[in-house]
């Protein structure tokens, strides 16, 4: 059983930046494959960046130019860089692994309980 923590999240306001960590209990097979969603409120839960135990990375059209997906392997901890953030940023954002390559699809197997992320006009 792999438990994901999230943090970082907070209130910032429009074009300001946060980066969110999200530290796994520890390194296994099941998070080989790792990723960040977002929850806003009334929507479904999206895709936003992923990346494999290789550092290859994947990202939502929305997003691209604006956030940065990495992660220390060593520190079993992924991070999300997000720059120049929007309003329409604003959601609850989870971390996920799996051994499976889901890229943006929400079908991994673990999960991290979220931190919410607020942008400001």
């Known amino acids: 059983q792999v438990h994901l923590v999230e943090s970082g999240g907070g209130s910032v306001q429009s074009g300001g930046a946060l980066r969110l960590s999200c530290t796994a209990s520890?390194?296994?097979?099941?998070?080989?494959?790792m990723a960040w969603f977002r929850q806003a409120a009334g929507k479904d839960r999206e895709g936003v960046a992923s990346?494999?135990?290789?550092?290859?990375?994947f990202y939502a059209d929305s997003v691209k130019g604006r956030f940065t997906i990495s992660r220390d392997n060593a520190r079993y901890t992924l991070y999300l860089q997000m720059n120049s953030l929007k309003p329409e940023d604003t959601a609850m954002y989870y971390c996920?692994?799996?051994?499976?390559?889901?890229?943006?699809?929400?079908?991994?197997?673990?999960w991290g309980q979220g931190t919410q992320v607020t942008v400001s006009p």
């Open positions: 996920a692994a799996d051994a499976l390559n889901w890229l943006l699809l929400p079908r991994y197997r673990y």
């Open positions: 520890q390194y296994m097979y099941g998070t080989n494959y």
């Open positions: 990346i494999d135990s290789g550092g290859v990375t």
